[in-house]
């Protein structure tokens, strides 16, 4: 599959810089560690070193999904924030972000004249309700599920939508202590991008593969290298 105007830029976990026809959209923020969360991988890009943004779409209030801190170095406050939850708002409001939306499942918005965001239902934790998103421009539509476990979700979205060019999708399979898991698992990855009609399958959430991606079945797909962990496919 040859897609020129799409690339990404593994930062780490679910933290992806998505570039669509020359638009930055970065998802699930996560840039700094704690002691009791760690990353287990470098950086692939530091935060002085990112593009003016398009966007910041987040999935989950999970701190590996919404850093605090890291949206606090961030400079450019004016970019849109798009969340799932009320008090992620408030948070992203109370450091400065003038521009922060709670984008309820099923809802749709233009990004620019040529790339939209839609929010997929991605289930709920106790942490409250989790969105996915896909993102449409002219050419290319990337389905981000960075929080999601559930593949019956997926089928249903296809049912109702075109299919995606590419899936990035949890594959590590994190459950707690006591309950069912939080995410997919590899097997389950795969049978979500096959349900979305994907032809790419990139992981994330991921534990420490960097850039993993396989056909879901397709035409042989490359994945180049570039700085700070980019590649495109």
């Known amino acids: ?23 930055a ?10 002691w ?7 950086l692939g890009l530091p935060i002085d070193q990112l593009p003016p943004l398009t966007a910041i ?13 890291a ?18 708002a408030r948070q992203a409001r109370g450091l400065g972000y003038s521009n922060v939306r709670v984008l309820a499942w099923h809802e749709r918005c233009a990004l620019t004249p040529t790339l939209s965001l839609e929010a997929v239902p991605a289930g709920r934790t106790l942490l409250g309700r989790n969105n996915a998103y896909v993102l449409t421009s002219e050419h290319t539509r990337v389905f981000f599920g ?40 590899p097997a389950q990855a795969v049978a979500g991008a096959v349900a979305l009609g994907a032809r790419t399958l990139v992981a994330v959430h991921d534990a420490h593969a960097r850039c993993a991606v396989a056909g879901v079945p397709a035409p042989r797909v490359r994945c180049r290298r570039r700085r700070h962990g980019a590649a495109r496919a």
């Open 71 to 88: 949206l606090a170095q961030i400079q450019h406050r004016a970019t849109p924030v798009y969340v799932s939850g009320q008090r992620m």
């Open 146 to 185: 960075g929080e999601i476990e559930d593949v019956t979700l997926l089928h249903r979205y296809r049912a109702e939508s075109a299919p995606v060019d590419v899936a990035f999708l949890p594959t590590n399979g994190l459950r707690p202590i006591i309950g069912p898991p939080l995410v997919m698992g």
């Open 25 to 34: 959209v970065l998802t699930d923020p996560w840039f700094t560690q704690r």
């Open 57 to 69: 779409i987040a999935t989950s209030s999970a701190p590996n999904h919404w850093d605090l801190r």
């Open 36 to 42: 009791y969360l760690r990353r287990g991988e470098p």
């Open 1 to 23: 599959m040859s897609k020129p105007n799409f690339s990404l830029t593994r930062v780490a976990n679910s933290c992806v810089l998505l570039e669509l026809h020359g638009q």
